[in-house]
């Protein structure tokens, strides 16, 4: 059954992320790992229900990759809104069938790849050009070929996702999406006037209360 898998907040290092976290959530997100494809490094830390939060970075130490990074980060616009602060930039849905769900989707979810770190492997649709879906409203794909679920070997610090919206001015269109690849039901859509940009939000519920946080740059 198809689910959310994490979401992911975006900073120009990792130091003003983990900042970031610990200042808007009050934890300290302990240290990930590293992506040598993708020239990238992470954060991470347990929302519940085997659901996490990903702090990611461009690593600086990396080789730089022959291809365009995932999550947008190579994009000129996403590098200087970080520069102004982190924030979230998009979510990820795990599926027991990539191959079955690039097939059925209505739209481009991008073709499969297979990577892994440590002991993880998965699959996950990445677009030739590295971009954000529909500007990060629309998921990415994963399915883990590993068990049990990597978020259970992360650190439990009392905070949980509650909520995922999507805030559009064409909620039909989101949903058509969402619902070609199984994942409607995972969040919720709000309208929006046509005079507002597009957002993804996140409630998450943290040892000091319930936090809503955003994508809008």
Sequence with gaps: MNRIDHIVI????????????????????????????????????????????ELIAIDPQAEVPQHPRWF????????????QR?????????TGNIQQLTQQACFDVGSPAALSRDSLRWEIALSDDGRL???????YCIQWHSSPHPSQG???????????????????????????????HLVEIESIPDSEAAYLSARIETPSGSITIDSQV
């Design 86 to 94: 982190p924030r979230l930039i998009t979510w990820v849905m795990n």
């Design 72 to 83: 947008g980060l190579d994009q000129a616009m996403m590098r200087e809104s970080l520069k």
């Design 154 to 184: 992360m650190a439990e610090l009392g905070c949980k996702l509650e909520t995922l919206t999507i805030h559009h001015n064409r909620p039909q269109w989101i949903s058509a999406r969402l619902e070609s690849i199984g994942t409607s």
């Design 10 to 53: 975006a900073a120009d290092n990792l130091a003003q992320g983990v900042d970031y976290v610990r200042d808007t959530f009050g934890v300290k997100i302990p240290k990930g790992g590293f992506h040598k494809t993708m020239g990238t490094h992470n954060h991470l830390m347990q929302l519940g229900n085997e659901v996490y939060l």
């Design 133 to 139: 879906l529909a500007d990060g409203l629309l998921p």
